[in-house]
């Protein structure tokens, strides 16, 4: 038996006992007045609770489990640090409305009576809208507080950081988590898995291949990443989207996400999420190159001018070689003579120095 079922059950018996007893006070009163009527006070009761129970078998769900359900599922959207703001906030309302009800009791009748029950209600919502709305601020200020009296390695060495399905597919994590830099704990939601299972039984070649290489990176992960790595049931209702989930989940969970996806990099900056961009960092860890310094490059293929042969070096950075096109298919060294950093990326300029293998 449901739950519903059984508050109708008991709201139309509610309803048809006070449909009774309100029969029993009409019969009392209304009957007589009325004079002569073909209608007995024992029919007008049976009447009334039957509509009673009637409109207790309808109108119960609406007035007891709905709301109930309606306010659950709120609670469930809420991030936990609102949830604690608007507590702490409602205290403080309610706090500061004690404190005034004396004096407020004091003032002549009938605001005496009224304002400490108005003061309750201003100073109760007053509070629950002020820490909701600087949360971010106070929860900044205790955490620094706290920060003070502990080292910066205890502070984030239990931070969850939530991956994303991009991330592992990239592979490049793999490598990261083995050298340790990744501090906290590598979190993966379960939906972020289904996705990556699902994208791995697509029936498009290109698609089932990347999904399948993402499963292959998270047993890498599980097996030899330095950083613990941990896979979390946690769920977010009502949304659909992974994307849209993992910002909810990073939100709750107030914790950062770790993509090279570009579209969720901006929606979550956005909306104040940290983010930790693979591509970002594999930008700032480039080697960095002066004009004049050599280096040994391959030259593959040739540039856009006729005499230029271009390379690529171990970090994808390319190298256009001066008078490289007779160069090609050989292994030289070259001395850098210009760096052009465009919107696409990095670009060297280099003149060849020596042969180092011919292919």
Known sequence: ??????????????????????????????????GNINFSATQLNIALGVVGGILGLVLTPFI???????????????S???????????????????LLAFPLSLLPKPLGEIFPFVGVLLFSYLGIALFTLRQTDFFTF?????????TGSHVSENRPILLDTS???????????????????MLIPRFVLNELQYIADSPDSLRRQRGRR?????????????????????????????????????????????TNDYNLNRIAEIQGITILNVNELANAVKSVLLPGEDLVINVIQEGKE?????????????????????YLSKTVRVVVTKILQTAAGRMIFARPE???HNR
């Open 1 to 34: 038996m449901s739950i519903d079922l059984i508050f109708r059950l008991i709201g139309m018996v509610v309803f048809a006992v006070v449909g009774v007893i309100w029969g029993i006070e009409l019969s009392k009163t209304v009957l007589p007045a009325l």
């Open 64 to 78: 007891t489990t709905k709301p109930f359900r309606g306010l659950w599922g709120l609670m469930k959207r809420l």
């Open 80 to 98: 936990v640090q609102i949830l604690l703001s608007s507590v702490i906030g409602l205290m403080c309302g309610l706090l500061f409305a004690a």
């Open 142 to 150: 205790f955490r620094n507080i706290r920060s003070e009296h502990k």
């Open 167 to 185: 991330v592992i597919i990239d592979g490049r994590i793999a490598d990261i988590a083995r050298t340790g830099f990744i501090p906290g704990t």
């Open 214 to 258: 993402g499963m292959e990176v998270l047993s890498q992960l599980q097996k030899e990443s330095l950083t613990p790595i941990k896979l979390n049931d946690m769920d977010v209702e009502g949304v659909r989207e992974v994307d849209e989930k993992l910002i909810m989940l990073a939100r709750q969970m107030h914790c950062p996400i770790l």
């Open 306 to 326: 006729s005499s230029q042969g271009v390379g690529y070096m171990d970090d994808g950075t390319m190298v256009v070689v001066e008078n490289g096109r007779e």
């Open 354 to 356: 020596e042969i180092i």
